[in-house]
């Protein structure tokens, strides 16, 4: 082992500030090549002390070739299928036991982590080959001296519940991972392979080239990414900014027919700027720091050594031209206007947030905000304002700051008006001159949130706070982005100054685009059309000082929502008082069920209340669901001052619909949780829509639903959901029906839907029982009506598909330009209930953890389909599926199909030869993943309520899960795959759905071979038995 006397030249234990609340240690260190090292001791990753790690140094498999890639696809089981109705459970098992005293090894635990980011990225590429520098981040995962297997570092972090990802930004590449706690030293020691001795193989390089061409297809047809390639179009030849920075296969094999060596070129990259001068790497780990210490020392001491780099700020120079238009023809049907100020870097200023500041007001969407105004006069219907985390945002070249205001056809025809408020604001923020008050509510904001602190997954943390210290100094690389520390009002005024007309760029994304338009021009990247117009001086001298200002538009009002009793409740109990590790049921009356679980674990002010409230006939029809969702975004429009204020408080609130159910929650500091909950409730009670609001919302309804689906993988799950739900309202049905209702429909509609109510609620966090019950009698206070019986309420059916039945659905892909095509091949299980339900699911979990990095290896690494590989567990409903997805730019979906097809007959061999060791760590790594301790109360309410909202109400499922894998054997899992995947099997189910790009061949073609059509969904369900209904 390497000492790390002589190669360590400064260490602190203390340099770091963090949260009083925060039980990790943190030790800052610096080694003799350069590189800045915070190593992180999380006491709870061996809540016992720690283990003897096992360094696994032998654990290797032969043959296979992988990258574990950027993609960052976590395997779970459950599922969000892109519809708000849609709703597939993700835990269950049978019903809770009594408490149970904790034993030594019943602790959960957590996993282990690292990151590093390297100061280089996409504005380093040469000109002659654009994307290189997100090529190498490919090309890392690729194999090293010390572990020359494509795949060793991909499997190895599979094996032990492990998973990566890593993204290249305009100035900094970041890498990271997150392992089982045991396991860390051995995935640090491929890890720093990375940055030590990579092969970048030529064969390699060839397949990867593929996959850097299939992600940016992903991205290919979005907006955001066409606007953003549009900007650095436009921007000067000679601008940093003047780039493709995604790349692709264009751009990489071009510049090989241009005679530029791709390989030598990214080595020259790779050894001009990856050094650890440049590097910030933080390792989180269950053991003591001096270990951490000495495996940073022994693993990353060999990186190259260099100078620590300082952020120079560049001398500002323009990037757009002034008094032009953007017009961008847009995919989805929207217009989107974007305003876009340049400012000089503000790296430096993080302690006093000047852009922070005025991005606080003019995102505002309080009383006498800009948005508040936009929507009074019907032209916007939400808004934006800031500087985007994004590195395209956020550089040492400048800081952008955009407003982007999604506009209503009324708004899009007075674009110019909708800026002239802008700049009427503007000039309210500069005659009303900063205020310190306002800097102070948002410091209070800031220090509680720094005080009481979420935690996140471990590799999410790891992956922060090496960003962080790209930005901020090192003591403040946790709480830099909480801190609004220093008040400069003379600096604010001065940032104010860039808000001008000749400072501004103007974008708007419409769908309302004339093809025909004189000027028209394509961007050569992405083949986006746009046409650039000139604005008149005379708009340019208004914008420049407004005549006058809107007497609609004022600074915000005092927050009331902030909080200030942040008293723990746990603090105040008996020591004798038991209380339950799960949630109880506090309330069984016919109107309401409340399960309630007092918060013993992350000690925070906070607490999170999650309703269900079943309304009357919400679903019983196409017509009733429809005016039932449109009530609700009248309602969240009607809320939205409020709800908003409560949320810049961190008190949040989301309304949505989950079939007949409205779905209700408030998260955040529990003070004002209470008095939040009445406003929205009396709100609800006493609504009535007007007019002029009704015909916005309808608009932005009919919006939505022409853009649904408008993404492949979107429009695959889709398609599944709606052959397996009994009763299904499909978006075209929707669209046409909500074209002819009328605000009368709607108001003689909703006291029949609210004339009878079931409401299930669950709180969580920092509330008392008594609490939770008066928060329950808020409901009962407020709604005097009738108890909703089980009889009226929706009753959810799945398809249970005939024994060796394989069925196909084929359609177009919604947006015409689309080129990419998805496959996604699910195979029905079992309906999840009885006794053997927990032992099926652990399973089905086990098997997806053996064959995931395989099915990727296979079909992205070596065949190179696309860039989308997946395979996981569906959980519909309570009805247990798998589900195998590919998404290709490439590929016919027939030839996705066969490929994943040959896969699937060839897991045979594969299981049979896999050895007990292989299996046991898989086994092992599993069982850890379901005992893990959730990052945050958020996530631990997560899991409760999905279980309330499937009716399972085994709220320790996953631990129950963890139970059964103890005992499950290599031969059950070979026996699951005979039985529900071998083709041979009567209990093999197989439902494909083809979405088919804009390239693939004829709709019809050889469809046969797949399955039996599935023309017509309603008639194909009329026919058919569904399972019984269990949620």
């Known amino acids: 082992?390497?000492?790390?006397?002589?190669?360590?030249?400064?260490?602190?234990?203390?340099?770091?500030?963090?949260?009083?609340?925060?039980?990790?240690?943190?030790?800052?260190?610096?080694?003799?090549?350069?590189?800045?090292?915070?190593?992180?001791?999380?006491?709870?990753?061996?809540?016992?002390?720690?283990?003897?790690?096992?360094?696994?140094?032998?654990?290797?498999?032969?043959?296979?070739?992988?990258?574990?890639?950027?993609?960052?696809?976590?395997?779970?089981?459950?599922?969000?299928?892109?519809?708000?109705?849609?709703?597939?459970?993700?835990?269950?098992?049978?019903?809770?036991?009594?408490?149970?005293?904790?034993?030594?090894?019943?602790?959960?635990?957590?996993?282990?982590?690292?990151?590093?980011?390297?100061?280089?990225?996409?504005?380093?590429?040469?000109?002659?080959?654009?994307?290189?520098?997100?090529?190498?981040?490919?090309?890392?995962?690729?194999?090293?001296?010390?572990?020359?297997?494509?795949?060793?570092?991909?499997?190895?972090?599979?094996?032990?519940?492990?998973?990566?990802?890593?993204?290249?930004?305009?100035?900094?590449?970041?890498?990271?991972?997150?392992?089982?706690?045991?396991?860390?030293?051995?995935?640090?020691?491929?890890?720093?392979?990375?940055?030590?001795?990579?092969?970048?193989?030529?064969?390699?390089?060839?397949?990867?080239?593929?996959?850097?061409?299939?992600?940016?297809?992903?991205?290919?047809?979005?907006?955001?990414?066409?606007?953003?390639?549009?900007?650095?179009?436009?921007?000067?030849?000679?601008?940093?900014?003047?780039?493709?920075?995604?790349?692709?296969?264009?751009?990489?094999?071009?510049?090989?027919?241009?005679?530029?060596?791709?390989?030598?070129?990214?080595?020259?990259?790779?050894?001009?700027?990856?050094?650890?001068?440049?590097?910030?790497?933080?390792?989180?780990?269950?053991?003591?720091?001096?270990?951490?210490?000495?495996?940073?020392?022994?693993?990353?001491?060999?990186?190259?050594?260099?100078?620590?780099?300082?952020?120079?700020?560049?001398?500002?120079?323009?990037?757009?031209?002034?008094?032009?238009?953007?017009?961008?023809?847009?995919?989805?049907?929207?217009?989107?206007?974007?305003?876009?100020?340049?400012?000089?870097?503000?790296?430096?200023?993080?302690?006093?947030?000047?852009?922070?500041?005025?991005?606080?007001?003019?995102?505002?969407?309080?009383?006498?905000?800009?948005?508040?105004?936009?929507?009074?006069?019907?032209?916007?219907?939400?808004?934006?304002?800031?500087?985007?985390?994004?590195?395209?945002?956020?550089?040492?070249?400048?800081?952008?700051?955009?407003?982007?205001?999604?506009?209503?056809?009324?708004?899009?025809?007075?674009?110019?008006?909708?800026?002239?408020?802008?700049?009427?604001?503007?000039?309210?923020?500069?005659?009303?001159?900063?205020?310190?008050?306002?800097?102070?509510?948002?410091?209070?904001i800031g220090n509680m949130e720094f005080r009481f602190a979420e935690e996140q997954p471990q590799d999410d943390y790891a992956a922060e706070l090496s960003e962080n210290l790209m930005f901020y100094s090192e003591e403040h690389m946790i709480y830099g982005e909480y801190a609004y520390e220093i008040w400069d009002g003379e600096l604010v005024e001065h940032i104010l100054t860039f808000f001008t007309p000749e400072n501004m760029r103007v974008d708007l994304q419409t769908k309302s685009f004339d093809s025909q338009s004189p000027g028209l021009k394509s961007e050569p990247w992405f083949g986006s059309n746009y046409v650039e117009e000139e604005i008149s001086s005379s708009l340019m001298d208004i914008w420049r000082d407004p005549p006058q200002i809107d007497p609609a538009l004022h600074l915000p009002l005092r927050n009331e929502f902030i909080p200030s009793d942040f008293s723990l409740r746990s603090s105040n109990l008996s020591k004798n008082i038991v209380q339950s590790t799960l949630p109880v049921c506090l309330i069984d009356q016919p109107i309401m069920k409340l399960w309630y679980k007092l918060d013993l674990t992350f000690e925070v002010p906070r607490a999170n209340t999650y309703f269900l409230v079943s309304v009357k006939g919400a679903y019983s029809s196409l017509r009733n669901f429809v005016l039932t969702e449109l009530f609700i975004n009248l309602l969240k429009d009607e809320l939205n001052e409020t709800l908003y204020q409560a949320g810049v408080a961190k008190l949040d609130t989301s309304v949505t619909i989950i079939v007949d159910k409205l779905e209700l929650r408030l998260y955040g500091f529990n003070d004002k949780l209470s008095a939040l909950l009445l406003r929205i409730l009396t709100a609800c009670k006493s609504f009535s829509p007007r007019e002029d609001r009704f015909m916005v919302i309808k608009e932005e309804m009919e919006r939505a639903l022409r853009n649904a689906n408008i993404k492949p993988l979107n429009h695959s799950s889709y398609l599944r959901i709606q052959i397996l739900r009994k009763i299904f309202w499909d978006v075209n049905d929707k669209l046409s029906c909500l074209c002819g209702i009328s605000l009368l429909d709607l108001k003689t509609f909703v006291p029949d839907l609210l004339s009878q109510l079931y409401i299930e609620g669950l709180c969580h966090g920092n509330l008392l029982e008594k609490e939770a019950v008066n928060i329950a009698n808020i409901f009962a206070n407020t709604f005097h009506v009738q108890p909703l019986t089980t009889d009226f309420c929706h009753q959810e059916h799945i398809l249970c598909l005939p024994a060796s039945s394989r069925f196909i659905r084929r359609v177009p892909v919604k947006n015409g330009s689309e080129v990419s095509s998805v496959v996604e091949l699910y195979f029905q299980v079992e309906q999840d209930e009885g006794v053997q339900s927990t032992r099926m699911r652990a399973i089905v979990d086990l098997f997806s953890d053996i064959i995931n990095e395989p099915y990727f290896n296979q079909l992205r690494t070596k065949e190179q389909l696309g860039y989308t590989v997946d395979c996981s567990t569906r959980m519909t409903y309570r009805v247990l599926g798998f589900c195998f997805t590919v998404q290709s730019p490439k590929y016919t979906p027939s030839h996705l199909h066969r490929r994943i097809t040959a896969f699937i007959d060839g897991l045979q061999e594969m299981l049979d030869t896999m050895d007990e060791e292989s299996f046991e760590h898989h086994k092992q790594a599993l069982i850890a993943q379901k005992l893990e301790k959730d990052p945050s109360l958020s996530y631990e309410t997560g899991r409760y309520w999905t279980q309330i909202v499937d009716k399972r109400y085994s709220f320790n499922a996953s631990k129950l899960e963890a139970e059964e894998l103890k005992t499950v054997e290599k031969k059950e899992v070979v026996d699951w795959y005979n039985t529900y995947l071998l083709t041979s099997s009567p209990k093999c189910r197989r439902l494909a759905i083809h979405v088919c790009g804009c390239n693939a061949v004829a709709m019809t073609e050889d469809a046969a071979e797949f399955g039996s059509l599935i023309d017509d969904v309603d008639l194909f369900k009329k026919g058919s038995v569904f399972y019984p209904s269990l949620c």
């Open 1 to 444: 082992m390497v000492q790390s006397a002589g190669l360590v030249v400064a260490k602190s234990d203390s340099a770091v500030i963090k949260s009083p609340n925060d039980k990790r240690q943190y030790r800052l260190l610096h080694l003799a090549n350069g590189l800045c090292a915070v190593l992180v001791h999380d006491p709870e990753i061996f809540p016992d002390g720690p283990g003897k790690p096992s360094e696994d140094l032998m654990a290797t498999e032969d043959e296979e070739d992988d990258d574990c890639d950027e993609s960052g696809d976590e395997i779970s089981g459950s599922e969000d299928d892109g519809d708000d109705e849609d709703m597939d459970g993700e835990y269950s098992g049978s019903e809770e036991g009594p408490p149970e005293v904790k034993k030594k090894g019943d602790f959960p635990t957590k996993k282990a982590a690292a990151a590093m980011s390297v100061g280089m990225g996409s504005l380093s590429d040469p000109q002659t080959a654009q994307g290189l520098a997100h090529f190498l981040e490919h090309m890392l995962f690729m194999g090293s001296s010390e572990y020359p297997d494509e795949n060793e570092y991909d499997r190895y972090l599979s094996k032990h519940g492990g998973s990566s990802n890593a993204y290249t930004e305009l100035e900094y590449t970041c890498y990271h991972f997150e392992v089982n706690r045991e396991h860390l030293k051995g995935a640090l020691q491929r890890f720093s392979q990375f940055f030590v001795s990579p092969l970048v193989k030529s064969e390699a390089m060839d397949r990867e080239v593929l996959a850097v061409d299939s992600e940016f297809n992903q991205v290919l047809q979005s907006d955001s990414c066409r606007l953003l390639q549009l900007q650095c179009h436009t921007a000067p030849p000679d601008h940093p900014f003047n780039r493709f920075f995604w790349g692709n296969k264009k751009s990489l094999v071009d510049a090989v027919e241009n005679g530029v060596n791709l390989r030598e070129e990214i080595l020259h990259l790779y050894k001009e700027n990856y050094h650890g001068g440049v590097m910030k790497l933080v390792v989180i780990g269950g053991e003591s720091l001096d270990t951490l210490e000495d495996w940073v020392v022994e693993l990353f001491g060999g990186i190259k050594g260099g100078i620590q780099r300082q952020v120079v700020v560049k001398e500002r120079m323009p990037i757009w031209k002034a008094g032009t238009l953007y017009r961008l023809e847009a995919i989805k049907d929207v217009h989107v206007l974007d305003l876009t100020w340049t400012l000089p870097c503000l790296l430096k200023e993080y302690l006093k947030k000047p852009d922070g500041y005025i991005s606080h007001l003019m995102g505002h969407e309080g009383s006498g905000s800009l948005l508040s105004l936009l929507k009074a006069k019907g032209w916007a219907t939400s808004l934006s304002a800031g500087v985007g985390d994004e590195g395209t945002n956020r550089s040492s070249i400048a800081y952008i700051f955009v407003t982007s205001i999604h506009l209503t056809d009324s708004g899009l025809e007075d674009l110019y008006s909708v800026i002239g408020v802008i700049y009427q604001y503007i000039r309210l923020l500069r005659s009303s001159k900063p205020q310190e008050w306002i800097f102070r509510e948002l410091q209070d």
